[in-house]
């Protein structure tokens, strides 16, 4: 009864918009920390480095330093923003760390709703005032910027706390997409001109106080790049471009890196199958941080499991396996992985 209940609410989730999840890739992260911004961010000088790229700052925090934050923040375009329906919805803020002593990853917080303020632009005197925030349905929030003020925010929870002396670098993700703000008004989010960026900040600890940056340093400032309809993930990693192609962040695995997109829960990680639409056969890419007993299984439309392609023991690291769909009828198809009460699911067709 538990499977069939995960399976019914991955199924909600893939069919219903607002479940659906965000797309990342490495191509992606690689991007949003070398490429020029999309388009510059209104009111920022240009004499500000991050002001028409991202920039980087220091990739691991001081010795001894503890604890750091990930923050973001939403831009109207230089150029303008004609839409006035549209907010930008945020959730999932999530940051993780490279560690020197198993070189791993390990996620130190992941936050649906964040917090924040409208700030002056350029942050001159750290002008601030209560942002124009609504919270959703899904637990996650809301804004709007203008008016010479952006939206600066930060997870809920605040600072976390890392080991000292075992951080190489950090990854910082965000996810965003456009909505109405009033529902039954005009449909104007294809007016709308918001840009998005997240960054990072090392600390000396949970508690110390802001010092002239003598107790805190900025670990960087990924690309800023325009908030669409569709869920979109902005990112920011302070290790080398060399090190992310060797070492990508946990959610994504040697295989599924090639195909673009891979979701991830805690533990285990269920990549998109490729080809998709395919016929007969199609790759299915999964990765487990550790050992577990795993079940990989195929559902058609009514919930009906067609196929059981894993149900074993096995190791940590990536996998992959393979589905024949030849004795099935054309139509869309779902994969489900689950490891005890945690399930992934992806969408597959069989197009013959």
């Known amino acids: 009864m538990k499977g069939l209940q995960a399976l019914r609410i991955a199924l909600t989730a893939l069919l219903c918009p607002s479940a659906v999840f965000a797309q990342n890739s490495l191509e992606d992260i690689i991007n949003d920390i070398t490429l020029p911004h999309e388009g510059r961010p209104h009111g920022v000088p240009e004499s500000y480095d991050w002001s028409k790229g991202p920039r980087q700052g220091a990739q691991e925090p001081p010795e001894g330093w503890t604890a750091a934050i990930a923050w973001g923040q939403l831009y109207e375009w230089i150029e303008g923003n004609p839409a006035t329906n549209t907010r930008v ?41 209560p942002a124009d925030i609504r919270v959703e ?43 109405l703000d009033d529902p039954d008004g005009a449909d104007d989010r294809d007016q709308a001109r918001y840009l998005m960026s997240v960054g990072g900040d090392w600390w000396l600890s949970l508690t ?77 890419p999964f990765a487990l941080d550790r050992a577990a007993q795993v079940s990989l299984a195929i559902h058609d439309v009514t919930g009906a499991r067609v196929a059981t392609l894993v149900d074993e023991l096995k190791g940590a690291g990536a996998h992959e396996v393979i589905w024949n769909g030849g004795n099935h ?16 699911t992806q969408k597959l067709i069989l197009q013959k």
């Open 89 to 129: 919805q945020i959730r999932d803020m999530e940051m993780y760390y490279l560690s020197k002593s198993d070189d791993q990853w390990h996620r130190l917080q992941k936050a649906r709703r964040v917090q924040g303020a409208a700030y002056v632009e350029d942050f001159a005197g750290d002008v601030n005032r």
């Open 208 to 284: 110390a106080e802001w010092d002239q940056w003598k107790t805190n340093r900025d670990m960087g400032i990924g690309r800023f790049r325009f908030v669409g309809t569709e869920w979109k993930s902005h990112n920011m990693i302070s290790v080398p471009v060399e090190v992310v192609k060797q070492n990508p962040p946990p959610f994504l695995s040697s295989t599924a890196v090639k195909q673009g997109t891979i979701i991830s829960v805690d533990g285990f990680r269920l990549g998109q199958n490729y080809p998709n639409p395919f016929n007969p056969a199609t790759a299915i």
């Open 329 to 344: 009828a054309s139509g869309l198809y779902f994969c489900t992985l689950q490891i005890n009460d945690q399930s992934r």
């Open 137 to 179: 349905t899904d637990g996650s929030i809301s804004v709007t910027a203008g008016g010479g003020y952006n939206y600066h925010f930060w997870p809920s929870s605040g600072r976390t706390r890392f080991p000292a002396n075992d951080v190489a670098g950090c990854f910082i993700t965000v996810q965003t997409r456009l909505i």
